[in-house]
């Protein structure tokens, strides 16, 4: 049997498996990576590419704000699509309304410039706006990318500088220092595991469950609207435990393709499209956006996000393992928050200082709870 010794095997290359691959090849080490299916081919693949700060949890938030000072490096890459488009966020309530003076706040504590926009201006911003929507914030400093071939890109750059790629291979179990494949080798070194929703087959003491998402893309037309929309209460949906929920969600792509989401549900493992929440979230859609119904639709897709009880991912050591380490459970934020969660795990792996402060994403907190 071959057996090879890693500073770094990381098991998945999602975006956020690649970015943590890419940040730790740079920081010197000798890496492996491991990936069974496609490189950027999980959820990774099925997302809305939306880099968003959200400001619904104060630790969410911090990690969303760190990712996004270091994703202007990617965004410079043609394959990231950058696009600075900026987040446009719908009141449809009073309730809402009310909310978008301590959402801003929020925002420009964290340092994210956001302005509040009143009812006139969110439709001088955004004309095919339904009427009787009351107003909003937004915030100019989102934008949105293509996530998969940013995994590539990142992928490709360690290889360059000597990470090795083990494509097409399962890691089948962790053993005493390392990993076993399913072709039958074992990679000997630390692990670090970033197999998003898999996650509880190599760690089964770790809680998640898979999220189901869909997602629907038009065909290309003349813009209709200009900034990632989103309603005011999708936050509250993301955080929400409900079994079934949809929340309007609405990109602009740099082709005059428009990408229309969004659904939450736990439970259904089935990736095949649901058309009944398909059919909900398309007319949540209609509400904000009447001329989307003219629009032909040519694409529907499904993804899982990688959930954890709290929301927040999982980053850093594994107690009770020796050298395992996780970046996974990045709910609907993964593509935003990949490259500040790589450059808080590897840090910590070296011993560096890490950024932020970890405790609020240690994985302990979750085996606590399932105590
Ligand atoms: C519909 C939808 C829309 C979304 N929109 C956004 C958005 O707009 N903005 C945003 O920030 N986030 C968004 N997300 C969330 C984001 O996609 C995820 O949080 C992120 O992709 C998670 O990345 P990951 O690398 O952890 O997991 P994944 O992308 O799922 O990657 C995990 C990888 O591990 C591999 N793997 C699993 N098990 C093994 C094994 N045993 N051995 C080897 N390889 C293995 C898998 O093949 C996979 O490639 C969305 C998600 C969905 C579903």
Not at 281 to 286: D, N, P, S, T, Y
Request: neutral net charge.
């Amino acid at each position: 049997m071959t057996v090879t010794r890693h500073d770094l095997i990381v098991v998945g290359a999602g975006l956020v498996g690649a970015a943590c691959v890419e940040a730790a090849t740079a920081a010197g080490l000798r890496v492996a990576v491991v990936e069974s299916g496609a490189i950027g081919g999980g959820a990774t693949s099925a997302a809305m590419g939306h880099l968003v700060a959200m400001d619904g949890d104060a630790a969410e938030l911090a990690l969303c704000t760190h990712s996004l000072r270091l994703w202007p490096r990617w965004a410079a890459w043609p394959e990231s699509e950058f696009q600075p488009c900026g987040t446009l966020w719908i009141a449809r309530s009073e309730v809402e309304r009310a909310q978008i003076p301590a959402r801003v706040d929020a925002l420009a504590g964290a340092g994210v410039p956001a302005k509040a926009v009143g009812t006139r201006a969110l439709y001088d911003l955004e004309p095919h706006l339904a009427p009787g929507l009351l107003g909003g914030f937004r915030v100019p400093g989102d934008a949105v990318v293509y996530p998969p071939r940013v995994a590539w890109r990142l992928i490709a750059e360690a290889c360059r500088d000597g990470a090795e790629l083990h494509a097409g291979v399962r890691a089948e179990r962790l053993v005493d220092d390392g990993v076993r494949l399913d072709n039958g080798r074992t990679l000997r070194g630390p692990v670090l595991v970033a197999t998003g929703a898999a996650l509880p087959e190599l760690l089964p003491e770790l809680p998640m469950r898979p999220r189901k998402g869909q997602l629907v893309i038009t065909d290309r037309y003349p813009p209709l609207v200009r900034h990632q929309l989103i309603e005011m209460g999708y936050a509250a949906a993301a955080h929400g435990a409900d079994d079934a929920s949809v929340s309007f969600n609405v990109q602009p792509r740099p082709n005059g393709q428009l990408l229309i989401g969004s659904s939450r549900e736990y439970g259904n493992t089935d990736a095949s499209v649901s058309p009944p929440l398909l059919g909900r979230m398309l007319r949540r859609a209609f509400d904000f956006v009447p001329a989307l119904r003219e629009l032909r639709a040519i694409r529907a897709w499904s993804g899982f996000r990688p959930a954890t009880p709290d929301g927040l991912p999982y980053l850093g050591a594994v107690p009770g393992r020796h050298g395992v380490w996780v970046a996974a459970g990045h709910e609907g934020l993964g593509i935003t928050a990949a490259p500040g969660s790589a450059s808080l795990v590897v840090d910590a792996f070296l011993g560096r200082t890490p950024a932020l402060d970890l405790a609020p994403y240690r994985p302990g907190r979750a085996l606590r709870e399932a105590a």
